[in-house]
């Protein structure tokens, strides 16, 4: 699945992907960190859901990126399988997803991945990057996030939502980029969504 869309992987990456495949449904029969009606569709509601983000290059000038609710670790894990030269560290307050995700990190050996609990506004740290796929409305979250990233023009929230969204990120809309999914992945389940690209201090040239 990941191979119709990425040709370029190295045989490194595609191991790896394919062993997502593997450990978290392990993991799921332990603690529950997808919900068991998608465990099946794991490779397309998870991990390529993930990748729509690398599919339209929205990481290409990032170095240091944040996952802000990662959950079961996405979008952070298969972002961090894709760009082995940038750094990731996934957040989440809830504690057994953190193990889980921490698991999978250090089985798939991936050196540029670190999973923390932690709420975003306890993090002293800042990031160029803010990864998250739909923790919370829009406005709520750039609200609890903002101060994560470094103040700077090309600082951006990269952001996975469905459904129509248009009314609450209408505040933001001069300073976002809309990216269709279904432009760039062809099964049903992307019919609705979409990346929402946002620079708080002004689009990026």
């Not at 609990?117 to 709520?140: C, E, G």
């Not at 809309?173 to 279904?182: H, M």
Request: net charge positive; proline share 4%; glycine share 4%.
């Amino acid at each position: 699945m990941i191979q119709k869309y990425f040709s370029n992987l190295s045989d490194r990456q595609v191991e790896q992907f394919r062993m997502l495949e593997t450990l978290y449904p392990e993991w799921n029969e332990k603690i529950n960190v997808i919900s068991r009606a998608d465990i099946d569709q794991l490779s397309v509601r998870h991990i390529l859901h993930s990748l729509a983000i690398a599919k339209f290059n929205l990481l290409d000038s990032s170095n240091n990126i944040l996952d802000v609710g990662t959950g079961g670790g996405f979008p952070g894990v298969p972002l961090a399988i894709m760009y082995p030269d940038k750094n990731f560290t996934l957040i989440d307050s809830i504690g057994k997803k953190i193990s889980v995700v921490s698991d999978i990190i250090s089985q798939l050996g991936l050196q540029n991945a670190k999973a923390m609990q932690i709420k975003s506004v306890m993090l002293k740290q800042r990031f160029d990057t803010i990864v998250s796929r739909a923790v919370t409305a829009f406005p709520n979250f750039v609200k609890q996030t903002l101060n994560n990233l470094v103040k700077d023009k090309n600082s951006r929230i990269v952001y996975l939502k469905g459904g129509d969204f248009m009314e609450e990120i209408a505040p933001y809309s001069a300073k976002c980029r809309l990216y269709n999914i279904p432009d760039v992945f062809a099964e049903d389940f992307f019919e609705t969504k979409k990346v929402i690209e946002f620079f708080p201090w002004g689009i990026s040239k």
